[in-house]
């Protein structure tokens, strides 16, 4: 630890703000049918998680509260307060089946029209508040990694709470819904396999399910059926949440196991499951991008494609596509910064947001960019310079713009609009289907002709598609089967639908904005400066001109922006990171009880914030990781 190093900012006092009143227009889920409000919760600590099912970081957030759920069941109620990005996720069916998809086991809001984020200042999905038993809000959290603070935190409340008698323990209000009995739940990918069934990633109930030639007869099962990363024989080995399926030269299958951030090896002939990649935990920035498969952390594989010699991985979880060689038993970053965007270039400075889908044809390799709502492709850069899979390549976009447009539009590349797309399959004519999957619906993108058409609709939630003699075999997720179509020779016409996020825009003042990214290290833990600086900020827009002055990497956490003339709106794109580490020093009684390798921990969080440029806006843009904004506390009417 460097003594001369900068004390980092204490904490403020627990500041008492009442909590706003819990309002959403699609009611309660996972209640019995029950209305609540805040005083349902009174006596108990809640936290309000704001999500969307979008978001994968969302996706890592209820993975991390699970502990601490199970944890603190009679002290601590989470609940979800589902706040929709996509049109589709306004849907209150779309809702329900994602609470069950995900096994959210606490109450949720469906708040379509955001009117409790609105009421909490929330900016970013996923966002944490922390409510004290008496109803008021102590603590707001950003993005992912806050685990332990907030184990720290309830524990200090329960303390609290409980000295004062004000804590009420107890079962909360949680109630489950009825299980339904499907051969599938939630089905994921799927990938024939050479004696002509199917294999299907059931990710719901964590098993890979083989089918017959039908695509509805059950063969067998492989994986126990509860979460788990366990290795061994079909009714032993145990996954979390598979989704993609690839076929290496070989013929062992890899799985895409995306929960347990791992890669898996199947041999279909034995049933038998190995570990080939990953160790179990997430990548978090700073650990290791490349090296021994079994040595480096992933972050949410969702698909995987055999291209160019080697496993292309889609790591859904940081923005980036990565590769897997057998040969060697290697992963490195392939393509992406991990900043989340629409950018094209060189495979390395490219920007990618959750790439969920990936088919290999001839020299391209496809990229379904679910939120951008944008199908990319990869392919070798004539001019690159990189090796091993690592550089050489080039990222280009055929249809999409953004992280915030998204639609139901058919026509030319450049205008044509999809709705958060998880599945691409190349088509035998050289044209790509996607499974554009908020739309229910089947598209196809012609790049001889650049034209995107319909090939299908009245689909529910397809995220993926597979060749079968001439037919096209969908994974319709949301109805729990595999549906069987005709290409059609002339494509299904639609009326043209534009959307723009439901987020509205935040105003800003013309010339200087302060940017302000609050993190208070939390209770117990101080800024870890053993190794630099322990903060990060990056900053970047949309258009690239938005800004004049401010762009790029440094390591304050403050930042003047200076807006460019003539540019009145955009996406200002932030990505923060702070480490923290337990004050041993200051919790133990004496120096000889400190700790000379404390925990270390990191919270991180990136924001795209839609912003107008006008007279009279703001001239300070707060973005909290960690800790309470004092000029920015929820608002009470």
């Known amino acids: 630890m460097n003594d001369a190093a900068p004390a980092p900012t204490p904490a403020p006092r627990r500041a008492r703000v009442r909590a706003p009143e819990l309002v959403g227009k699609g009611g309660w889920l996972n209640t019995g049918g029950k209305e609540l409000s805040l005083a349902d919760f ?60 995900y096994e959210v086991h606490h109450p949720v809001l469906d708040d379509p029209e955001l009117a409790t984020w609105k009421q909490y200042a929330v900016r970013a999905w996923p966002t944490l508040v922390v409510i004290d038993p008496e109803g008021y809000v102590v603590a707001q959290h950003a993005g992912e990694g806050h685990a332990h603070a907030l184990e720290t935190l309830v524990a200090e409340l329960e303390a609290e709470h409980g000295a004062k008698g004000t804590l009420r323990r107890g079962d909360g209000p949680y109630v489950p819904p009825e299980p339904v009995a499907t051969e599938l739940r939630f089905p994921g990918k799927a990938l024939p396999l050479p004696g002509g069934t ?4 059931d990710t719901t109930r964590h098993q890979l399910v083989e089918l017959a030639a039908d695509g509805e007869s059950v063969l067998r099962r492989i994986g126990a059926g509860e979460r788990g990363l366990v290795d061994g024989p079909a009714d032993r080995a145990r996954f979390s949440e598979p989704q993609g399926l690839a076929l290496l030269p070989d013929g062992t299958v890899i799985v895409a196991d995306t929960v347990n951030h791992a890669l898996r090896a199947l041999d279909p002939a034995t049933g038998e499951v190995r570990t080939v990649a990953g160790t179990g935990r997430q990548w978090w920035q700073g650990s290791p991008a490349a090296g021994p498969a079994r040595e480096v952390d992933l972050s949410s594989p969702w698909d995987v494609a055999w291209f160019a010699d080697r496993l292309w991985i889609a790591m859904a979880g940081v923005h980036q596509l990565w590769t897997y060689d057998p040969a060697d038993g290697t992963v490195r970053a392939a393509a992406g910064t991990t900043n989340e965007g629409l950018v094209d270039g060189p495979a390395e400075q490219a920007w990618f947001a959750q790439p969920s889908g990936l088919a290999a044809a001839g020299d391209r390799l496809w ?55 998880l599945g691409v399959t190349a088509l035998p004519d050289g044209s790509v289907a996607v499974c554009d999957t908020y739309n229910h619906a089947l598209r196809r993108f012609d790049p001889a002709s650049g034209e995107v058409s319909t090939l299908a609709t009245d689909l529910r939630e397809p995220s993926d598609a597979v060749l079968v003699d001439g037919d096209i075999l969908v994974v319709e997720s949301a109805r729990h089967r595999l549906t069987r179509l005709r290409l059609p020779e002339e494509a299904v016409r639609v009326e043209a639908v534009a959307h723009r996020t439901q987020r509205a825009a935040t105003d800003i003042a013309p010339g200087t904005l302060r940017l302000d990214v609050v993190f208070h290290a939390p209770a117990g833990q101080k800024l870890d400066t053993r190794y630099g600086p322990s903060t990060r900020l990056l900053v970047s827009s949309t258009p690239p001109g938005l800004l004049a002055e401010g762009e790029g990497a440094g390591t304050d956490l403050a930042r003047e922006l200076v807006l460019a003339e003539g540019v009145t709106e955009g996406v200002l794109h932030v990505s923060a990171m702070a480490a923290s580490c337990d004050d041993t020093e200051s919790n133990s009684d004496s120096a000889a009880g400190a700790n000379e390798y404390p925990a270390c921990h990191v919270h991180q969080q990136d924001w795209g914030v839609p912003v107008r440029v006008v007279e009279g806006g703001a001239t300070r843009l707060p973005l909290v990781l960690a800790g309470m904004d004092a000029d920015e506390a929820p608002q009470t009417s």
Do not use: M
Request: glycine letters at 10%; aromatic letters at 8%; hydrophobic letters at 40%.
């Open 42 to 101: 009174r006596g108990h600590i809640v936290i309000l998680d704001f999500w969307t099912f979008c978001c994968v970081n969302c996706l890592h957030v209820l993975d991390e509260l699970r502990e601490l759920e199970e944890k603190h069941r009679d002290t601590v109620v989470i609940v979800g307060v589902h706040s929709p990005k996509f049109v589709h996720e306004a849907e209150h069916q779309a809702v329900v089946d994602a609470v069950e998809r």
């Open 198 to 201: 199917f294999l299907v990633s």
């Open 367 to 421: 990229v379904a960019d679910s939120e951008t709502s944008a199908v990319r492709y990869v392919e070798r850069d004539d001019e690159g310079t990189g090796e091993d899979g690592a550089g050489g390549f080039v990222v280009r976009t055929a249809v999409g713009t953004g992280l915030f447009d998204f639609g139901h539009r058919d026509g030319p590349a450049d205008q044509a609009l999809l709705q958060h797309p």
